[in-house]
């Protein structure tokens, strides 16, 4: 073991700030990054990753950009944080509202996790419902409320559902299986006028990368509109991602609140909500819905993420289908790769992110995902490891490509996938 995961460990619950980060479910001790430079990383020990985590999504466009890390380094120059309003939370407001119609107006927040938090408050005021219907395997951040079988981290360590929470808190949560139609109909006739919001990941990132079913995004916007609860989407992930407006323009559905993150902050910590102007002001200081953060908003992350958005607004036709062609190469190699091994795999993409399921039939839902072989991830995470190539170190996360990525990365990518499948 090394001497830092010794000491982290000493210091920090499994040595880590981020539960996922542990490599408990793929084994071997977590990498300790010390830089990163377009598709790469580099780490403690002199080696360097095509990295396929991307922060977990933020790094659409590749590890350091300049023209984001100058941005950030000219924003520091005047000073760090102000507990004041700023001309960039303005600028940055502006550009995210001009691309995603449905958000008039939005609150900044420092994660995702308060945002999802924020969202679910005002849900529930706007309404004055008590109940949350959420997705089984969906991850919307570690909040008490949406703590019910979470995807991500809760899943990939075995507690979907954390002690620490009282019932009381929990019991307005309804959690159903993503992509039943059925149940959520169901559900609804059961419990409609009590519900405040359906909140969901369009697109789930969370139990490895599961696409919503032919109708099921429509289904809810449906049964929310005739229930008169309101449509939250979770696009802290896809925000930005999948395209530059979001699952939201791929699918064209206008949610009531958008939840966002990541890309928005260009790897700075931040989160937002989103929505119709006579939501959002029922947010303080104009309404009763009380939300607050000592660094929302702050002029660094505004910068880092303007620098980014404005980028992928002015190159967004090249970059985004620069992510489609390398991702869709990519997964194709895979498929066809396991295929030729005679592997079972179930490989599903969308814009620049990917997941991949050892298993032989398709995935849809979380109980389908949880049915996958995690150890065989973990061989093949390890062999594409010590390849040089990084992936999320989980079966239930997401992989991501940035516009780093280019030929020479996806060769050695594929070199890597034919070594690693043919030595499960
Ligand atoms: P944060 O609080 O971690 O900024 O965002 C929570 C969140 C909310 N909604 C969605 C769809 C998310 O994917 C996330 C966070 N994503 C995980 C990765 N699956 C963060 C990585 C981690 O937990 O270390």
Do not use: W
């Amino acid at each position: 073991m090394t001497t830092l995961f010794a000491t982290a460990q000493t210091l920090m619950p499994g040595g880590v700030n981020s539960p996922v980060r542990a490599f408990q479910s793929v084994g071997g001790e977590p990498l300790y990054i010390t830089g990163a430079q377009g598709a790469y990383l580099n780490d403690a020990s002199n080696r360097q990753f095509i990295d396929y985590v991307g922060g977990f999504g933020p790094m659409i466009l590749g590890h350091s950009h300049p023209e984001v890390v100058q941005a950030i380094q000219e924003q520091a120059a005047q000073g760090l944080t102000y507990g004041t309003c700023n001309p960039l939370e303005v600028e940055l407001a502006t550009l995210i509202t001009s691309i995603m119609p449905s958000i008039e107006m939005l609150r900044m927040v420092n994660s995702g996790t308060e945002a999802a938090m924020t969202a679910v408050r005002l849900a529930r005021a706007a309404t004055k419902r008590p109940k949350i219907i959420k997705f089984t395997g969906c991850y919307h951040g570690h909040t008490d409320a949406l703590l019910v079988a979470a995807g991500s981290g809760a899943t990939t360590l075995g507690i979907p559902s954390s002690p620490g929470i009282p019932d009381a808190v929990t019991q307005d949560t309804l959690s159903i299986p993503f992509n039943d139609a059925h149940a959520l109909q169901r559900c609804f006739q059961s419990h409609g006028r009590d519900i405040a919001a359906i909140l969901l990941e369009p697109i789930c990132g969370n139990m490895g990368l599961i696409t919503p079913q032919p109708g099921f995004l429509e289904t809810c916007q449906t049964l929310c509109r005739e229930y008169d609860s309101l449509l939250v989407f979770d696009e802290v992930m896809t925000g930005f991602r999948v395209a530059l407006g979001g699952a939201q323009s791929l699918y064209g559905i206008q949610p009531d609140i958008t939840i966002l993150g990541k890309i928005i902050g260009g790897g700075l910590p931040v989160g937002a909500l989103g929505g119709r102007r006579e939501l959002m002001e029922m947010l303080a200081p104009v309404g009763p819905v009380y939300q607050a953060g000592t660094l929302s908003g702050n002029h660094l992350t505004m910068a880092a993420g303007l620098a980014t958005l404005k980028i992928c607004q002015a190159k967004s036709a090249a970059l985004y289908s620069q992510l489609n062609v390398y991702t869709k190469a990519l997964c194709d190699y895979m498929q066809t790769t396991a295929q030729r091994l005679n592997i079972p795999i179930q490989v599903q993409s969308v814009g620049g992110m990917f997941g991949f399921f050892f298993s032989d039939s398709p995935v849809q839902c979380y109980e389908q995902a949880c049915q996958s072989d995690t150890k065989r991830f973990a061989q093949f995470f390890q062999s594409m490891l010590a390849q040089g190539v990084y992936l999320p170190p989980s079966a239930y996360e997401a992989c991501f490509v940035s516009g780093a990525h280019g030929d020479v990365e996806l060769r050695h990518t594929c070199d890597a996938i034919q070594q690693a499948m043919a030595a499960l």
